[in-house]
Nanobody, 123 residues
């Protein structure tokens, strides 16, 4: 099992940047593919980015490609999401998730979830 805790959310103006962090507990962190999702009230959880077990492969939703960067540090049991050029439509609760399939864009294929961190982008 793995427990996930996100941090780094907040309020930022459009065009600004934030870096989200996800700290994982458990000795098997490197065996999990990791993903970031986001959700706004009344909508389904949306894939944002994913990274493979070693960090060698990354995957992005078209809406964030070129603006967001996912990375992981297995020595620190952490995964990160650097978000640049933020837009008001990026406003959501952001969740990190752990699963078995690298690059999966389907939230039901992830087994473990954090509690989420709110990102609000003002125009």
């Amino acid at each position: 099992q793995v427990q996930l805790v996100e941090s780094g959310g907040g309020l930022v103006q459009a065009g600004g940047s934030l870096r989200l962090s996800c700290a994982a507990s458990g000795r098997t962190f490197s065996s999990y593919a990791m993903g970031w999702f986001r959700q706004v009230p009344g909508k389904e959880r949306e894939f944002v980015a994913a990274v493979s077990w070693s960090g060698g492969s990354t995957y992005y939703a078209d809406s964030v490609k070129g603006r967001f960067t996912i990375s992981r540090d297995n020595a620190k049991n952490a995964v990160y999401l650097k978000m640049n050029s933020l837009k008001p439509e990026d406003t959501a609760v952001y969740y990190c998730a752990a699963g078995a399939l690298p690059g999966s864009r389907w939230y039901l294929e992830y087994d473990y979830w954090g509690q989420g961190t709110q990102v609000t982008v003002s125009s």
